[in-house]
């Protein structure tokens, strides 16, 4: 019996025109982890027909389905998970052929980030070994460095329905290189900050699934509603400045995150994320070989965090690479 081993898989995104309406891949990220699920509701009969049991026929309900990814953090593909999250993008000059990618909130016009398709090219699926899921929209996008590994990205999306893929994917695995955490850096009010061990920053978003009586299985709209972003900080112990400074007198520091190859001219290949007022949460001694802390802090919107929708925001990336436009 024929097998299809996992090694051959890959993956896609597109940004769609239409949310909804599957597109072809523009990237294509190496993810480790790709667990999709279709999920329709099964609607029960349970009416009583004078028999010792309950349930007497199925037909399928609303559907949706649901994926989860992680894998090393590509600064090519990342651009349009950034995109997908926040929903407000610029791009600037090239310098040298690397553009500047700056990502908001978007808090204009209905405040709905562009969907995307994910593409499972996973060899099974009959004549184009591959399905596609229309209409993602991101509800976790983390983002996390740990010194001894690589800078990673994780995620959860609900999308449509699955469905075959209109063609074969044309997989064009990515050229960027993979990062290693240890070239993070962080800075705190200002100030440089190189004892961290260990970051990680998760932008939440909430969803709202709506399913109406149109003939549609799957859903009238997949709404975004309001960000969350919030993260921890692993921190070797120089003083108690995250307990005093930082915890106990709710000082909300500006916290600015950059993950960088190491790259020059051609070769510059960043992200930096900026979020203004960071409010610790707890701020836990450890007592390992070192002392040490691990901070948990919330991001606070404020106006030096908004992008070109304006309002408020509590977090701002810019992202630098070879990539064009993400629009």
């Given amino acids: 019996m024929p097998v299809m081993p996992g090694s051959r898989s890959a993956f ?56 989860e990814f992680e894998g090393p953090g590509f600064l090519d593909a990342l651009g349009a998970l950034l995109n997908n999250v926040l929903g407000d993008y610029a791009v600037g000059a090239a310098v040298s ?14 405040g709905q980030p562009p969907s995307h398709t994910f593409i499972d090219s996973q060899q099974l699926t009959a004549t184009v070994g591959a399905r596609v899921y229309p209409g993602a929209a991101i509800s976790e996008l983390t983002l996390s460095g740990n010194a001894e590994g690589l800078f990673e990205v994780s995620g959860k999306a609900t999308a ?7 063609a074969a994917m044309t997989n064009t695995p990515t050229s960027e290189k993979i990062i290693p955490a240890w070239r993070s850096t ?17 932008l939440e978003r909430e969803l709202a699934v709506t399913h109406t009586a149109d003939g549609t299985q799957g859903p009238y709209v997949i709404g975004r509603g ?53 409010a610790y949460s707890e701020a836990p001694q450890k007592r390992d070989t070192l002392l040490g ?35």
């Fill in 12 to 67: 896609g995104i597109g940004k769609e025109t239409t949310p909804g309406t599957p597109v072809a891949a523009t990237y294509f990220p190496p993810f480790t982890k790709f667990d999709p699920v279709d999920k329709p509701e099964l609607l029960i009969d349970e009416g009583y027909r004078g028999s010792m049991t309950s349930q007497y026929g199925a037909v399928l309900g609303p559907a949706v389905s649901e994926l």
């Fill in 293 to 327: 802390y691990d901070v948990a802090f919330e991001a606070m919107a404020n106006s030096t965090d908004a992008a070109s929708s304006g309002g408020l925001s509590p977090i701002k990336a810019v992202l630098n690479n070879a990539v064009t436009t993400y629009a």
């Fill in 97 to 110: 052929g690397v553009f500047p990618h700056t990502f908001g909130l978007l808090n204009s016009g209905n």
């Fill in 186 to 202: 962080m800075s705190i009010a200002g100030a440089a900050t190189p004892n961290m061990s260990e970051w990680s920053v998760s």
């Fill in 160 to 166: 449509y329905p699955s469905a075959a893929a209109g």
């Fill in 226 to 278: 309001p960000l969350k972003v919030s993260g921890k900080l692993t921190l070797v112990a120089l003083d108690e400045s995250p307990l005093i400074t930082g915890l106990l007198t709710n000082q909300q520091p500006a916290l600015v995150i950059t993950v960088d190859s190491g790259g020059v001219a051609a070769n510059v290949r960043s992200l930096a994320l900026t979020m203004t007022k960071a």
